[in-house]
Each structure stands twice: as C-alpha cells, then as structure tokens.
C-alpha cells in the first residue's frame, strides 16, 4: 500500500531544507595531440575538462547550483575524499594531487593528497569564500612535487556543501 506525501501533490514546496550536500564526481583523461589541439576553452563538451597543454592541469567547472548566491549566506566547502588515478597502466600510491581549491597561505601550498589512498576523515574541507569562482583546477606530480603528471585517466570524488 502506498503513501501520498505531501511533495507528490504540490511539487512547490521545498523539502529540502538547511545545508545542501552533492556529491561530485570529477573525471579526466589523457588527450591525444589531436584533441588538445581541437579543446574549446568556452566548451568542454563530451569531456568536461579543459586540459591545459602549458602547464598540463586540468580545468572544471562546479555545478551551477554551487556557485549560484546562496540565499541564506550559508559559506560553502569543497571536501576531497578520494582519488583514483592510473599512470602507465598501474595505480601507483606515490601521485600527488594538487588543486586550486586548496587556499594559498604560507603554511599549505596546493597539495590536496595522494593518489589511491584513503584519506583518514573528512579534514580536506575547503571553503570557498567567493561566488565568482566558477571553477577549479586539478594537476598530478610525483612524489616530490617535481614532475607535472597526465593520468591515462582518473576519477576524484568530491562533496560540495552549499
């Protein structure tokens, strides 16, 4: 026997109330010569990044619902939470990811954390203070931050709080 909810009958009112949560899924590839050549900076297209060929890092956008005003004011978090990326055919532990979401000071530069291991907890939460930033960028180096990396291809997991 079904139940008739509230929201079923009018589809205006909001049932979601208080902090929005969204889980993000961030993919990305390495290109061939042809299709770094063939990227259009204003659409990402089947891809849904922008890889830059001078500094090989990888360009997204957040979900409009991100960076849309808040109603409320309420601050928003970018939380990393894990990181699978394969290099040469492996899934090494040893690759750095770094990002822009990551707030510049002296004491934390860009890394985020490494490849293929699970974080502990959830502490890689990242305020975004702004509503003009519409996207961030995400790039590999080794162990030593030396060498810029392109993954065969990978996939970051992200929540969003707005």
Known sequence: MS???????N???????????TYF???????????????????????GFYLR???????????QEFVAPSETG?????IFQYCHCIVEGHLPADIEIHSTIVPRDTYCDSLVY???LQPPDDNRKYKVNTNKKMGFEIW?????????????SFV???KLIY
């Open 11 to 21: 589809p205006n009112i909001n049932v979601q109330t208080g902090v929005h949560k």
């Open 74 to 78: 309420e601050d928003k978090y970018v």
């Open 114 to 116: 490494y490849c293929n």
């Open 25 to 47: 899924p961030v993919r990305g590839r390495g290109l061939t010569n042809e299709e770094l050549r063939n990227q259009k900076t204003d659409d990402f297209g089947e891809n």
């Open 3 to 9: 139940r008739v909810i509230s929201y079923n009958i």
């Open 156 to 158: 970051v997991f992200l």
């Open 140 to 152: 590999f180096t080794d162990a030593k931050g030396d060498k810029v990396i392109v993954p065969d």
């Open 53 to 63: 060929p001078d500094n090989k890092h990888y360009v997204y956008y957040y979900p």
